[in-house]
């Protein structure tokens, strides 16, 4: 029987090429959507949440980065707010 799940936000900084997509790979392994260049977001219950984050330190390892894992209850996902600014056409 799977737990509650809670929104899980992966947040990094990796000046490794290699490492950084090896990080991306993990979070997309666990169904995370890529919402940002070094941002992934998805539902994850407390086992699957413990297992990436010991999957994304054994990738990072002893390599130069941040990586920080946040989990927000619904009520806190819900109330996200964000500003998109698209591309405009540069002679539109």
Known sequence: MRG???LTVVIYDITSD???L?????CKDYGLDHVQYSVFSGPLDATRRNEMFS????????HEGKLIMLQM???????????VQLAHP???
């Open 18 to 20: 290699r490492i950084r």
């Open 4 to 6: 509650q799940e809670l």
């Open 55 to 62: 999957r994304l330190g054994d990738t990072l390892g002893r």
């Open 73 to 83: 209850c619904e009520k806190d996902a819900a109330a996200k707010r964000e500003i």
């Open 90 to 92: 540069q002679n539109a």
């Open 22 to 26: 090896k990080i991306a790979e993990v």
